[in-house]
């Protein structure tokens, strides 16, 4: 059964543009929760992360929403670039360094230029 | 610094074979997890392995095993594949901080 379920499974955004990435979760315990980007051909790469106690994380173009009492987070990419066309996986664990992440379907952007 | 590095990269087996994947972690890398990727079910974990220890266990049934030598590189081995074992077989290790660094997978297809 999927833990994290994650939406949409893909989206097409114009370059410059906001993509949005969501996902939710059941499973309380989980207390780490990174995004992945996967580009074809390549392994999954980590992108950023955050735990339940922050609500808000940004680097760069990415920024991580949390919230904990709806048990969703999202991702944000702000002025989206072809570059960022890509998968993007959302995880989950109960820990940070507990290896057993528990990774959403993903979602496929497309940024247009 | 070099990546980590799985080989094969593509292989193709017949139902009934087994194969064995190896991967070799990032220099300094203790922690070495196996996933696996196909289009139905996305990204599962396998096992993960410290110091030559499995220390968690995902669900797969027991024709899936994996070990970690002394240097940290890690083999897994699937014993009477079926078609369904056909995905992207994705290692990662880690320093211990919690961030996962992929390989670029071994693609196994079961004829």
């Known amino acids: 059964q999927q833990q994290v379920k994650q939406s949409p499974q893909s989206l097409i955004v114009q370059k410059g543009g906001i993509s949005i990435i969501n996902c939710a979760y059941e499973n309380t315990a989980f207390d780490y929760f990174p995004w992945y980007q996967q580009f074809p051909g390549k392994g999954p790469a980590l992108l950023i992360a955050i735990r339940p106690d922050v609500s808000e994380k940004k680097e760069g173009r990415f920024t991580i929403s949390f919230n904990k009492s709806a048990k969703q987070f999202s991702l944000h990419i702000m002025d989206s670039q072809p570059g960022d066309s890509a998968t993007y996986f959302c995880?989950?664990?109960?820990?940070?360094?507990?290896?057993?992440?528990?990774f959403g379907a993903g979602t496929t952007v497309t940024v247009r230029a | 610094k070099a990546g980590v590095t799985q080989t094969p990269r593509y292989l193709i087996k017949t139902r009934g074979q087994q194969v064995t994947l190896s991967c070799s972690p990032i220099s300094g890398h203790r922690s070495v997890s196996w996933y696996q990727q196909t289009p139905g079910q996305g990204l599962q974990f396998l096992f993960e392995y410290f110091s030559e220890t499995q220390r968690n266990k995902g669900n797969f049934p027991g024709r899936f095993s994996g070990r970690q030598f002394s240097n940290s590189r890690s083999e897994m081995n699937v014993s009477t594949l079926e078609l369904g074992d056909s995905a992207l077989y994705l290692c990662?290790?880690?320093?211990?901080?919690?961030?996962?660094?992929f390989g670029e997978g071994s693609r196994l297809t079961v004829l």
């Open positions: 990662a290790s880690s320093p211990g901080n919690g961030e996962l660094f």
């Open positions: 995880a989950a664990s109960r820990y940070s360094n507990d290896y057993k992440l528990s």
